[in-house]
């Protein structure tokens, strides 16, 4: 058990499968995760975060919270952009991935180069209660929205008012996904779709709704949702989209995409077992068309995601 882990080993909540996370892809994700992420929301962030200090008593601290955090992406990432002093308080239901965030997050540094204090708590988000984002000046999450239901936005969103806390929701999916060919590629553009992407794609969105324990998941329809119930609390809203421009010609990134394609496969088989067939010879193409002889060169998989910062209606103020 983490030091910091409040709940014993035996009262550790049992997963739902499909909400089960490999570390391996995790850090696979990682590097094209901190690309296409948003710098002008992690600025609005920032700001943000100095507005709340400056209503505060001096040397305040931060109290950062990070719902499914995994191995650690959001801090990571984050708390070198964002001021401190940071506390980081890191919430997932998987111990093992907790350890691991725990142990990438504990030299972390701020803005102003000071040590970040880091809590891990696990936790089974599927019931959000709002005790749980009490006291939170910034609540974070990444790559978990698709994963949610309605009910959960709606808990999120009152929580937050209730907490008075802004909200930085990145790498959402969108439920798009693309091949494109270099420049130089163009004239051989009509290779660089595929008659069955739509077919594929349509089947993996229909998995992605699938209930992961978190109630019957929203997938690419998550971040619309939970625009609407933060507007209609008030909130400020401001979004960009954050995708992956994934190069097949690098290798980290081929496989990548190399990992998607064999995912989407095998979620879109799992939706249409009647189409295994089908959705097999797609994978074939798409796999062959990553080979080093299929002059793929420079072109790119692009994934759509989007990424959302959202502050609270009343002006920021910390009563200390
Ligand atoms: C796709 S991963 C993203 C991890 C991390 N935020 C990142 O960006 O790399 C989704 C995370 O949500 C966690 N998760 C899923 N369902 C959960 C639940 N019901 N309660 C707590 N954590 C959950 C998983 O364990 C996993 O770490």
Redesign the pocket.
């Given at each position: 058990m983490d030091a910091n882990n409040p709940i014993p080993p035996d009262s550790q909540p049992q997963?739902?499968p499909d909400?089960?996370?490999d570390a391996s892809w995790?850090d696979l994700r990682?590097a094209a995760?901190s690309a296409a992420r948003v710098p002008d929301l992690e600025a609005r962030a920032a700001r943000w975060l100095r507005q709340r200090q400056a209503s505060a008593p001096p040397g305040c601290t931060l109290r950062l919270l990070d719902l499914?955090?995994?191995?650690g992406?959001?801090p990571r990432h984050l708390a070198p952009r964002l001021p401190g002093p940071q506390q980081w308080t890191l919430?997932?239901?998987?111990v093992g991935?907790l350890a691991r965030a725990h142990d990438a997050c504990v030299g972390l540094r701020d803005a102003e180069g000071a040590s970040v204090t880091v809590i891990t708590r696990t936790?089974?988000?599927?019931r959000l209660d709002p005790t749980t984002l009490a006291g939170a000046d910034l609540v974070c999450?990444?790559?978990?929205l698709d994963?949610v239901d309605a009910a959960w936005l709606e808990q999120l969103a009152d929580a937050c008012a209730a907490a008075d806390s802004a909200l930085l929701v990145t790498?959402s999916v969108d439920g798009t996904w693309r091949f494109l060919p270099d420049a130089s590629m163009s004239a051989n553009r009509a290779g660089w779709t595929d008659a069955d992407d739509a077919f594929v794609r349509s089947a993996f969105n229909d998995h992605q709704r699938r209930d992961?324990?978190?109630g019957a998941a929203l997938g690419p329809d998550a971040v619309p949702a939970l625009r609407a119930r933060l507007q209609q609390r008030g909130f400020d809203l401001h979004q960009s989209p954050s995708p992956w421009r994934l190069r097949l010609d690098q290798p980290g990134q081929a496989a990548l995409a190399r990992a998607l394609i064999d995912g989407w496969r095998d979620a879109a088989c799992a939706q249409r077992p009647d189409q295994a067939e089908r959705i097999a010879a797609w994978h074939a193409r798409r796999l062959a068309a990553l080979g080093p002889s299929s002059g793929s060169g420079g072109a790119t998989l692009e994934v759509g995601h989007i990424d959302l910062f959202a502050t609270p209606p009343r002006p920021a103020h910390r009563a200390g």
């Open positions: 997963a739902h909400a089960c996370f995790l990682r995760d499914g955090s995994g191995s992406a959001n919430i997932d239901h998987d991935l936790l089974d988000l599927s999450a990444s790559a978990l994963l790498l992961k324990g978190l």
